[in-house]
């Protein structure tokens, strides 16, 4: 079993930055992807960025490209998304989500499905 704690989130204006947290306990987490998703209210939940086992690979929505950067470290089974530049419709609750299903892929998934993990979220509020 994988718990996942998030943290770092919070209420910002729009151009702030915010850096959010994700600890891992239990089983080691360090050859599995991570993935940071979102949901905003009356939205589905939707991925925002990815990284593989190594961070050899990752992903961005189109959405937060340019504007966010994942990040993780193995050695304190941390997960990690910097987000700079924000704007209101970043608004949402962050979730980070590690998926067991994928031992040292070298590509990122994206598929809420492909997740079998995940933490409890933080919400990160942006105001104009």
């Known amino acids: 079993q994988v718990q996942l704690v998030e943290s770092g989130g919070g209420l910002v204006q729009a151009g702030d930055s915010l850096r959010l947290s994700c600890a891992a306990s239990?089983?080691?987490?360090?050859?599995?992807?991570m993935a940071w998703f979102r949901q905003a209210p009356g939205k589905e939940r939707e991925c925002v960025a990815g990284?593989?086992?190594?961070?050899?690979?990752?992903y961005y929505a189109d959405s937060v490209k340019g504007r966010f950067t994942i990040s993780r470290d193995n050695a304190k089974k941390t997960g990690y998304l910097q987000m700079n530049s924000l704007k209101p419709e970043d608004t949402a609750v962050y979730y980070c989500?590690?998926?067991?299903?994928?031992?040292?892929?070298?590509?990122?998934?994206?598929?809420?499905?492909?997740?079998?993990?995940w933490g409890q979220g933080t919400q990160v509020t942006v105001s104009s």
């Open positions: 990284i593989n086992w190594s961070a050899a690979s990752t």
């Open positions: 239990g089983r080691t987490i360090n050859r599995y992807s």
């Open positions: 989500a590690v998926s067991s299903r994928t031992a040292f892929r070298s590509t990122v998934i994206t598929a809420e499905e492909d997740y079998d993990y």
